[in-house]
């Protein structure tokens, strides 16, 4: 071996070793404590911004009841605090705006190292029903639990208690709770880890299907890369579902339509090469030219996303001129001074100048037709319309469920909805970074006003004439 070669080979070595050393001094430390000074500065931070820009601060709380919140946890600061403790005060303090789009996460290099290197996880995806929690599918090293066992206690901790101590830091509108109970199910090993424990085993007691008899395990936490070489030895052979479009329907023998919506996400819909208007004239054109009586739109898992996809898809269920929003009020009509925390600080230094006063001087959106008038469809349907919901349709499939129950043109199946009767906070949105901890809030600037009738119960999600409640018992 030459001596250039050597040289080069030893340069190498070097510069691998300063990389490495580099790499490890940049490593998050997960147990690192912060003041209560700097996490009363976070909280600062979070107070303005809620405050000069959330259009729904005060919509489910009074100004004071909100000031009282944040005094409270201001006074709850008194020692150092991880940033895994400081989640869980944050997102119990988003919790009570009453705002299904203010969820808080944690910090990017959080989890990074926490999620994808370091934590262990309840193995186990779940089902809540009635809050009785049941295995769904088994990914521990245990196989002896199949799918329906359910699960009494994890750790001591009884399923109302960790119940308890997971939804009052999850994002619904107003007090609604159908919502928080479907997140809590998709997402519950994280949750676990994030607000109750992270243990390298878990001691759990369990009932397995038609059997009273209870039985203690002790199963082993496992690692993202664990639960994947376990999902593929144990299901490998299972066949994959099939990716079914946002868009569905079809004409049964006898000729009930049945129109499934996933989604009212263009973004998504495009992505399943689908087009939302031509489909639904489509199938509106189909159920009138096969002479169709009756009509199933299945909402139910759709989390929503355009508004104009909302009043589009009303306009074929009525024969009447109608008024979608009675308006898009805002927080205030000055520019925002929190904005350097912000994903987008420049394109929002504008965002005030869009926005005026109305008649009672409440700050409204000035762009777009969002309060017009529209036409009903030439097409549209006049035979009976019965809507499936629950606890994920949320956000514009809760707005046009309420614009549908106002004008009395369906019949509702099913869970209360996860957004609120009267509208919600959403549109354009902003991703508020605190300084010091990192924590991340999604902070909405828009509140959306539902053109219906004042709700006997504006706190809560609509509730369907036939319906099952499991959440509220």
Same mark, same amino acid.
């Given at each position: 071996?030459?001596?250039?070669?050597?040289?080069?080979?030893?340069?190498?070595?070097?510069?691998?070793?300063?990389?490495?050393?580099?790499?490890?001094?940049?490593?998050?430390?997960?147990?690192?404590?912060?003041?209560?000074?700097?996490?009363?500065?976070?909280?600062?931070?979070?107070?303005?911004?809620?405050?000069?820009?959330?259009?729904?601060?005060?919509?489910?709380?009074?100004?004071?009841?909100?000031?009282?919140?944040?005094?409270?946890?201001?006074?709850?600061?008194?020692?150092?605090?991880?940033?895994?403790?400081?989640?869980?005060?944050?997102?119990?303090?988003?919790?009570?705006?009453?705002?299904?789009?203010?969820?808080?996460?944690?910090?990017?290099?959080?989890?990074?190292?926490?999620?994808?290197?370091?934590?262990?996880?309840?193995?186990?995806?779940?089902?809540?029903?009635?809050?009785?929690?049941?295995?769904?599918?088994?990914?521990?090293?245990?196989?002896?639990?199949?799918?329906?066992?359910?699960?009494?206690?994890?750790?001591?901790?009884?399923?109302?208690?960790?119940?308890?101590?997971?939804?009052?830091?999850?994002?619904?509108?107003?007090?609604?709770?159908? =919502?928080?109970?479907?997140? *809590?199910?998709?997402? !519950?090993? /994280? @949750?676990?880890?994030?607000?109750? +424990?992270?243990?390298?085993? $878990?001691?759990?007691?369990?009932?397995?299907?038609?059997?009273?008899?209870?039985?203690?395990?002790?199963?082993?936490?496992?690692?993202?890369?664990?639960?994947?070489?376990?999902?593929?030895?144990?299901?490998?052979?299972?066949?994959?579902?099939?990716?079914?479009?946002?868009?569905?329907?079809?004409?049964?023998?006898?000729?009930?339509?049945?129109?499934?919506?996933?989604?009212?996400?263009?973004?998504?819909?495009?992505?399943?090469?689908?087009?939302?208007?031509?489909?639904?004239?489509?199938?509106?054109?189909?159920?009138?030219?096969?002479?169709?009586?009756?009509?199933?739109?299945?909402?139910?898992?759709?989390?929503?996303?355009?508004?104009?996809?909302?009043?589009? =898809?009303?306009?074929?269920? *009525?024969?009447?001129? !109608?008024? /979608? @929003?009675?308006?898009?009020?805002? +927080?205030?009509?000055?520019? $925002?001074?929190?904005?350097?925390?912000?994903?987008?600080?420049?394109?929002?230094?504008?965002?005030?100048?869009?926005?005026?006063?109305?008649?009672?001087?409440?700050?409204?959106?000035?762009?777009?037709?969002?309060?017009?008038?529209?036409?009903?469809?030439?097409?549209?349907?006049?035979?009976?319309?019965?809507?499936?919901?629950?606890?994920?349709?949320?956000?514009?499939?809760?707005?046009?469920?309420?614009?549908?129950?106002?004008?009395?043109?369906?019949?509702?199946?099913?869970?209360?909805?996860?957004?609120?009767?009267?509208?919600?906070?959403?549109?354009?949105?902003?991703?508020?970074?605190?300084?010091?901890?990192?924590?991340?809030?999604?902070?909405?600037?828009?509140?959306?006003?539902?053109?219906?009738?004042?709700?006997?119960?504006?706190?809560?999600?609509?509730?369907?004439?036939?319906?099952?409640?499991?959440?509220?018992?």
């Amino acid at each position: 071996m030459s001596r250039t070669w050597g040289v080069v080979i030893l340069f190498c070595l070097f510069a691998s070793m300063i990389l490495a050393q580099k790499k490890d001094a940049g490593a998050y430390d997960l147990e690192k404590k912060y003041t209560p000074e700097t996490l009363k500065s976070d909280l600062h931070v979070l107070e303005k911004a809620l405050k000069e820009a959330h259009p729904g601060l005060y919509t489910y709380r009074r100004p004071q009841e909100i000031d009282n919140l944040f005094d409270s946890v201001y006074a709850s600061l008194t020692t150092a605090q991880t940033e895994l403790q400081f989640f869980s005060t944050i997102s119990f303090l988003c919790s009570k705006i009453g705002c299904g789009h203010t969820p808080c996460f944690l910090s990017r290099k959080y989890m990074s190292e926490y999620a994808e290197k370091t934590c262990k996880y309840f193995p186990f995806k779940i089902k809540l029903l009635d809050k009785h929690l049941f295995v769904l599918s088994n990914l521990s090293t245990d196989s002896s639990l199949v799918p329906g066992t359910e699960l009494l206690a994890i750790n001591g901790l009884s399923v109302r208690e960790i119940l308890d101590r997971i939804l009052p830091h999850l994002a619904s509108d107003g007090y609604n709770q159908t =919502l928080k109970y479907h997140i *809590t199910e998709e997402e !519950f090993m /994280y @949750y676990y880890a994030e607000l109750i +424990a992270q243990p390298t085993w $878990f001691s759990i007691q369990v009932k397995l299907p038609g059997d009273e008899l209870m039985t203690g395990h002790m199963i082993p936490a496992l690692n993202l890369k664990e639960l994947g070489q376990i999902t593929q030895k144990r299901f490998s052979k299972t066949k994959p579902p099939l990716i079914e479009k946002p868009l569905q329907f079809r004409l049964t023998d006898d000729k009930t339509g049945i129109l499934s919506i996933g989604s009212f996400d263009g973004g998504d819909i495009s992505a399943a090469h689908q087009h939302f208007r031509s489909f639904i004239k489509n199938a509106f054109d189909t159920l009138r030219t096969r002479g169709a009586n009756d009509l199933i739109i299945d909402l139910r898992n759709n989390g929503g996303g355009d508004d104009d996809l909302g009043w589009y =898809l009303y306009s074929f269920l *009525t024969d009447s001129s !109608f008024q /979608y @929003y009675e308006r898009v009020q805002l +927080a205030s009509n000055h520019r $925002f001074s929190f904005l350097r925390y912000t994903n987008e600080p420049l394109i929002f230094n504008f965002f005030h100048l869009m926005v005026t006063k109305d008649r009672a001087g409440r700050c409204v959106w000035t762009r777009g037709s969002y309060t017009m008038v529209h036409k009903p469809h030439p097409g549209a349907f006049d035979g009976a319309v019965f809507i499936l919901i629950n606890g994920k349709s949320f956000s514009t499939t809760a707005e046009f469920s309420s614009v549908v129950h106002a004008h009395d043109r369906a019949v509702f199946v099913g869970e209360e909805t996860g957004g609120a009767q009267v509208g919600n906070n959403s549109g354009m949105e902003l991703m508020l970074t605190l300084p010091t901890t990192g924590l991340r809030i999604k902070i909405p600037l828009m509140k959306y006003v539902c053109a219906v009738p004042p709700p006997r119960n504006p706190r809560q999600g609509y509730h369907a004439r036939l319906s099952n409640h499991p959440y509220d018992r």
